[in-house]
């Protein structure tokens, strides 16, 4: 892995000054002993995209349920610079298309972002529509390192028969997909563990990665990790106050079972689209009383692990 730091130092024109909210972070880091951070769970996406994105935050659109004060908004650049500031050693990008036609877009402009952001995954989407297993195969055999899929903001299921020869090739090349399938912030007929467990039931050897914990299904997604081999978890905003007072309150009978579950969970922020400081997902990572290894395994190892290169 190249020297970050030094990287970061040498893009220091793009933000000048260091985040008020870094030195909170780089403590909590430091405190742990942890080389930095690897969060697979953060978003960057074209300019225009982004806008609409935050626009939908603004107005607590019919997919965010409620009012979400965003706490960090700026250019795609000043944002991966936040997150070195932080100690953030590895990001993602994760775009996700809401319609047919959309994906190659946001593709093309995710491994753009990745070449520029050398910190970044190169990641990519994909959507039901013919073709997306060709463009699916091409994108792996061009270094895409992870794919998200957003039931929830796409509307399709996951066992759409136009997307079974695109999980087909991502199994067979092992290559993590981070998928919004839980019906939080807002249920809808895409969402929930049925389906996604048919889809493995299909295809056992997907890597997945299930964002937000599967909130509020986490008993359920808990189970399909504990029983596929490489499905994950990520811990994006899943344990912090906001997510809480939304209902998502995470069963405290199921803290064993997640320790147990120490090597598959990785850490999700959904920077830079959250409401308070990110060292929240951190300290709330620590309140589960799981202990100083469980939590450099999520912070660092097991991103490092899932994503080697």
Sequence with gaps: MADLETQAAAQADVHPDVHPDAAAVRA?????ALPGLFDVHTHFLPPRVIEKVRAQFDQAGPLIGRPWPLRYRDTDAVLAQVLRDFGVRRFSALPYAHKAGMAEFLNDWAA??????????????????????????????????????HVQVGAFHVTDPLLDDAWGVVAEAGTPVVLHAGSGPVPNEFTGPGPVAELLRRHPRLTLVIAHMGAPEYREFLELAEGYERVHLDTTMAFTDFFDEMGGVYPRDLLPRLANLRDKVLLGSDFPNIPYPYVHQLESLEALGLGEEWLRAVCWDNGVRLFAR
């Design 28 to 32: 909590w880091t430091e405190r742990l």
């Design 112 to 149: 753009g972002f990745a070449a520029r952001e050398s910190e970044a995954l190169h990641c990519g989407t994909f959507f039901p529509e013919p073709g997306a297993a060709a463009y699916v195969s091409e994108r792996i055999a061009s270094g895409l390192e992870l794919f998200k899929v």
